[in-house]
């Protein structure tokens, strides 16, 4: 074995995580904490059924769960069996956990990496189509079936013929809309997109990409408005309803804000052909299918009604999502999917973004449009730590982390002072919130918790979201004098910042909204970004948003992030994590971590295994 491997530890006999029947090669994994009782079970279920009793070939499938699980999209054996050469799609690469019970995996009965997707490409479990052997990967059916219908529908959609356009119209309205050499990047990327099917837009923070979008759809609401006679259907979605928010806001903004001086100028035409135009999550835009959390009202026999559709926040979008999604799209429409490839992939499995960056850019580079200018200024130190991270160089980062410039800075954990600073600044936040809340100010308390996020790898541990919220509740209880938490039986109390996590159709509230608990007279209303408010009895599945994870908190920025960096073995603690908690702050970022711990958030990929990229490519 050449890849290390993340396990789970755990000295309880009776760990739900032990597969308490397994026999065997299964068993070993399973108690060394490579497998957990879930891989196990599903493993010898289908290889019960079709009679596989082949140990190696069982475990093969066991890792194929695993890997999903862990977000892959399939397993390389070859990086797993002995005597490999670690191939390039490896499994994630993660240190493994120290002080397990278990056998160290270098030390487990790896089988030999030769022959092993052999053995299994001729077992019945491949034969009936319940695993797959391609492209010298395992995959589980349903992933294989779909990574192919998602590379099928790229593929097919860049054999449709390009659009019509008015070319002097569209060179004419595109010097009117990106104006002059500070625009130059956008421009072509802007030109890229009218003339093309399919386009991925990419670029970190600040680097343009909603400037680039709503004059993208201004050129074509002309376009069509000039040579059809119509107004264009333009969609315009995102993963969650957090990120859709933010794009609805930033569309609007950029719509409503007068021109700069020789900035791009949105004619009142312009803003008339887009009035109206609303951001919505993908699972809305699809529409729900009652009893079915996969598909959706609109797949390949029941199109999406738009000429244009819009995905921000693309490297959120799992594998099962973008397949349903470009089953939907009508083959004639545009579809622009803007996001930045550098941030931690999706939770599900998949990392459809950074494979279609790869392999589509190979296979057809116009389909890809980097934006690469920084046009932020608020920050250059966080903009300078983003890249120093990006570029992979651990003393770069820490060399920016502590210049000590104001805008970013490293605090130590046993830093005391320190500590104790992010205290107050912690109580103080809450606080404002708090007195907003209280006053019944809904959209003051909304914005004053935007000012400051704190943000976790973990969720359980002393580094982890849960601990952390209970501390702010402590923290903002003995301040202000009142008993605030669930941990003290107060689970509602104006000023409590609350994260929806599950989508609820019937309330309209989607995995990922957040807002505010206020105090109107003697009730408590929840107040979300984006206006609706809800009795806090309606609400269901919440949390407290005191502090959030690094995933959770994607597609939303505030003004300062805190970002708490865990143990150097954590398994979590990636470069990707690192670069998408520091870039989800706009003004200001304090890293509490060892510098150790930075080092080794730089220099860890968080790889998935996929096979999109060599699909789109060949
Ligand atoms: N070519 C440009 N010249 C000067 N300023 C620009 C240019 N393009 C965009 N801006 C400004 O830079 C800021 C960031 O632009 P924009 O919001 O389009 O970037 P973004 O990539 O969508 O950022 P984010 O990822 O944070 O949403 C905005 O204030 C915008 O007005």
């Known amino acids: 074995m050449t890849t290390a491997i993340e396990r789970w530890t755990g000295d309880d006999p009776y760990d739900a995580r032990l597969a308490l029947g397994a026999t065997g090669l299964l068993r070993t994994f399973n108690e060394a904490g490579v497998l957990t009782a879930a891989d196990v079970h599903v493993a010898c279920r289908t290889a019960d059924i079709v009679g596989e009793d082949d140990e190696t070939v069982r475990l093969a499938v066991a890792l194929a769960v695993r890997a999903v699980r862990q977000g892959s999209v399939c397993v390389d054996l070859d990086a797993f069996g002995t005597g490999s050469s670690g191939a390039a799609a490896a499994p994630a690469v993660v240190p493994a956990v120290q002080g397990g019970t278990g056998t160290e995996p270098d030390l487990l009965p790896w089988p030999a990496a030769e022959g092993w997707l052999d053995r299994v490409a001729a077992s019945p479990l491949a034969v009936r189509s319940v695993v797959r052997a391609d492209l010298g990967l395992l995959y589980l059916d349903r992933y294989w079936r779909e990574e192919q219908q998602v590379r099928d529908d790229v593929v097919a959609r860049l054999a449709v013929p390009a659009p019509d356009v008015d070319e002097p119209l569209l060179e004419q309205s595109a010097a009117r809309l990106f104006p002059g050499d500070a625009y130059a990047e956008q421009r072509a990327a802007a030109l890229s997109i009218s003339r093309r099917r399919t386009t991925v837009l990419t670029g970190g923070p600040g680097r343009g990409k909603t400037t680039t979008v709503t004059g993208v759809l201004a050129l074509l609401a002309e376009q069509a408005e000039r040579t059809a006679g119509r107004r264009v259907r333009i969609a315009l979605a995102a993963p969650t309803g957090k990120a859709a928010a933010r794009l609805q806001q930033a569309v609007a903004d950029a719509l409503g804000a007068p021109p700069e001086v020789g900035g791009p100028e949105l004619t009142a035409d312009d803003r008339r052909r887009l009035a109206g135009l609303r951001a919505g999550t993908l699972h809305r835009l699809l529409g729900r299918r009652p009893g079915s959390s996969t598909r959706f009202r609109h797949d390949r026999s029941n199109r999406l009604p738009y000429d244009v559709v819009v995905v921000d926040e693309t490297s959120m979008v799992s594998l099962t999502l973008m397949a349903r999604l470009l089953e939907a799209v009508r083959p004639d429409a545009r579809l622009v999917l803007v996001g930045d490839p550098d941030q931690l992939a999706s939770v599900e499995a998949g990392a459809v973004l950074a494979d279609l960056v790869t392999g589509l850019g190979e296979r057809d580079a116009d389909a890809v449009a980097a934006l690469v200018t920084d046009h932020r200024s608020e920050s250059t130190a966080i903009t300078r730590l983003a890249a120093a991270i990006q570029g992979g160089d651990p003393e770069a980062v820490l060399a920016v982390l502590t210049e000590g410039e104001g805008a970013v800075e490293l605090v130590h954990p046993d830093d005391a002072a320190g500590l104790a600073h992010l205290q107050d600044e912690l109580t103080r936040h809450a606080l404002d919130v708090r007195g907003l809340a209280l006053a019944g100010d809904a959209a003051g308390a909304l914005a004053a918790a935007e000012r400051h996020r704190l943000l976790c790898a973990h969720r359980e541990g002393p580094w982890g979201v849960e601990h952390w919220n209970q501390q702010v509740e402590r923290w903002l209880g003995e301040a202000s004098g009142a008993y605030l938490g669930a941990a003290v039986g107060a689970r509602w109390y104006p000023g409590r910042p ?84 520091v870039t989800r702050a706009r003004r200001r970022v304090r890293v509490v971590g060892t510098p150790d711990a930075v080092r080794a958030a730089v220099d860890r990929r968080a790889r998935r295994a996929t096979g999109l990229a060599a699909r789109l490519r060949g």
């Open 498 to 581: 609350v994260l929806i996590t599950a989508n609820d159709y019937g309330l309209g509230l989607f995995n990922g909204d957040t807002g505010v608990v206020v105090a109107e007279g003697e009730n408590l209303r929840a107040h979300l970004d984006g206006g609706a408010s809800f009795a806090v009895s309606r609400l269901g599945d919440v949390e407290t948003l005191h502090a959030m994870t690094v995933h959770k908190s994607q597609g939303s920025q505030a003004e300062a992030v805190t970002v708490l960096l865990p143990d150097v073995t954590s398994p979590l603690l990636t470069r990707e994590l690192f670069y998408t908690a």
